[in-house]
Protein backbone atom coordinates (compact mmCIF):
# COMPACT_ATOMS: atom_id res chain seq x y z
CA UNK A 1 0.00 0.00 0.00
CA UNK A 2 1.30 3.29 -0.89
CA UNK A 3 0.52 6.94 0.61
CA UNK A 4 0.78 9.70 -0.69
CA UNK A 5 1.17 13.31 1.63
CA UNK A 6 0.82 16.63 0.36
CA UNK A 7 2.21 19.94 2.43
CA UNK A 8 2.91 23.59 1.89
CA UNK A 9 -0.52 24.88 1.51
CA UNK A 10 -1.76 27.89 2.66
CA UNK A 11 -3.30 31.52 2.65
CA UNK A 12 -0.98 34.14 0.77
CA UNK A 13 -1.65 37.07 -1.03
CA UNK A 14 -1.79 38.04 -4.95
CA UNK A 15 1.75 37.93 -6.02
CA UNK A 16 3.41 35.64 -3.24
CA UNK A 17 4.82 32.74 -3.41
CA UNK A 18 4.46 28.76 -2.06
CA UNK A 19 5.93 25.25 -2.43
CA UNK A 20 4.14 22.38 -2.53
CA UNK A 21 5.80 19.12 -1.57
CA UNK A 22 3.89 15.53 -2.11
CA UNK A 23 5.72 12.69 -0.37
CA UNK A 24 5.00 8.94 -1.29
CA UNK A 25 5.55 6.34 1.38
CA UNK A 26 5.30 2.52 1.68
CA UNK A 27 6.87 -0.21 -0.05
CA UNK A 28 8.00 1.40 -4.07
CA UNK A 29 9.78 0.02 -6.60
CA UNK A 30 9.09 3.04 -9.49
CA UNK A 31 6.91 5.55 -10.45
CA UNK A 32 5.93 6.47 -13.75
CA UNK A 33 4.24 10.05 -13.38
CA UNK A 34 3.73 12.46 -10.62
CA UNK A 35 0.77 15.17 -11.55
CA UNK A 36 -0.84 17.88 -9.56
CA UNK A 37 -4.10 18.54 -10.03
CA UNK A 38 -6.27 21.21 -8.47
CA UNK A 39 -10.35 21.81 -7.37
CA UNK A 40 -11.75 25.24 -7.17
CA UNK A 41 -15.19 25.22 -5.39
CA UNK A 42 -18.01 24.10 -7.89
CA UNK A 43 -15.62 23.17 -10.37
CA UNK A 44 -14.14 20.47 -12.13
CA UNK A 45 -10.54 19.07 -10.79
CA UNK A 46 -8.09 20.32 -13.84
CA UNK A 47 -4.43 18.54 -14.08
CA UNK A 48 -2.00 22.00 -13.27
CA UNK A 49 1.24 19.83 -14.29
CA UNK A 50 2.81 16.82 -15.09
CA UNK A 51 6.48 15.27 -14.63
CA UNK A 52 7.55 12.37 -16.62
CA UNK A 53 10.19 9.44 -15.06
CA UNK A 54 12.71 10.93 -17.72
CA UNK A 55 11.93 14.82 -15.83
CA UNK A 56 9.79 15.87 -18.99
CA UNK A 57 7.12 18.80 -17.46
CA UNK A 58 3.99 20.14 -19.30
CA UNK A 59 1.76 23.29 -17.78
CA UNK A 60 -1.70 23.71 -17.85
CA UNK A 61 -1.89 27.56 -19.98
CA UNK A 62 -2.96 29.21 -16.70
CA UNK A 63 0.23 28.42 -14.40
CA UNK A 64 3.08 27.94 -16.99
CA UNK A 65 6.16 30.46 -16.49
CA UNK A 66 4.78 30.81 -12.92
CA UNK A 67 4.87 27.42 -11.82
CA UNK A 68 7.72 24.70 -12.09
CA UNK A 69 7.23 21.01 -10.95
CA UNK A 70 10.04 18.98 -9.83
CA UNK A 71 10.71 15.49 -8.57
CA UNK A 72 13.35 13.72 -6.17
CA UNK A 73 12.60 10.21 -7.23
CA UNK A 74 15.37 8.93 -4.05
CA UNK A 75 13.11 10.25 -1.78
CA UNK A 76 9.72 9.51 -4.03
CA UNK A 77 8.44 13.28 -4.03
CA UNK A 78 7.04 15.95 -6.17
CA UNK A 79 7.22 19.45 -5.85
CA UNK A 80 5.14 22.35 -6.67
CA UNK A 81 6.85 25.55 -6.83
CA UNK A 82 4.05 28.42 -7.52
CA UNK A 83 5.43 31.84 -7.68
CA UNK A 84 3.49 35.57 -8.81
CA UNK A 85 -0.05 33.65 -7.43
CA UNK A 86 -3.61 35.02 -8.18
CA UNK A 87 -6.76 34.77 -6.73
CA UNK A 88 -7.83 32.23 -10.15
CA UNK A 89 -5.24 29.71 -8.33
CA UNK A 90 -6.98 29.23 -5.02
CA UNK A 91 -8.23 26.13 -5.11
CA UNK A 92 -7.24 22.18 -3.12
CA UNK A 93 -4.34 20.63 -4.40
CA UNK A 94 -3.59 16.96 -5.02
CA UNK A 95 -1.34 14.93 -5.93
CA UNK A 96 -1.57 12.00 -7.98
CA UNK A 97 1.22 9.42 -8.92
CA UNK A 98 0.67 7.41 -11.89
CA UNK A 99 1.43 3.59 -12.50
CA UNK A 100 3.23 2.91 -8.97
CA UNK A 101 4.74 -0.66 -8.77
CA UNK A 102 5.18 -2.13 -5.34
CA UNK A 103 7.30 -4.56 -7.27
CA UNK A 104 8.73 -5.64 -10.56
CA UNK A 105 6.74 -8.89 -10.56
CA UNK A 106 2.94 -6.83 -9.33
CA UNK A 107 0.97 -4.71 -12.22
CA UNK A 108 0.92 -0.97 -11.68
CA UNK A 109 -1.87 1.40 -10.31
CA UNK A 110 -2.65 5.36 -9.15
CA UNK A 111 -2.39 6.89 -5.77
CA UNK A 112 -3.77 10.17 -5.36
CA UNK A 113 -3.05 12.57 -2.58
CA UNK A 114 -5.80 13.69 0.45
CA UNK A 115 -4.97 17.19 -0.81
CA UNK A 116 -3.81 20.78 0.20
CA UNK A 117 -5.66 24.07 0.38
CA UNK A 118 -4.53 26.57 -1.11
CA UNK A 119 -5.96 30.34 -0.68
CA UNK A 120 -4.98 33.27 -2.73
CA UNK A 121 -6.08 36.98 -1.28
CA UNK A 122 -6.23 39.88 -3.51
Known amino acids: QVQLVESGGGLVQAGGSLRLSCAAS????????MNWFRQAPGEQRELVATITSGGNTNYADSVKDRFTISRDNARNTVYLQMNSLKPGDTGVYYCKADRVRGSPFRSPRDYWGQGTQVTVSS
Open 26 to 33: GTIFSINA
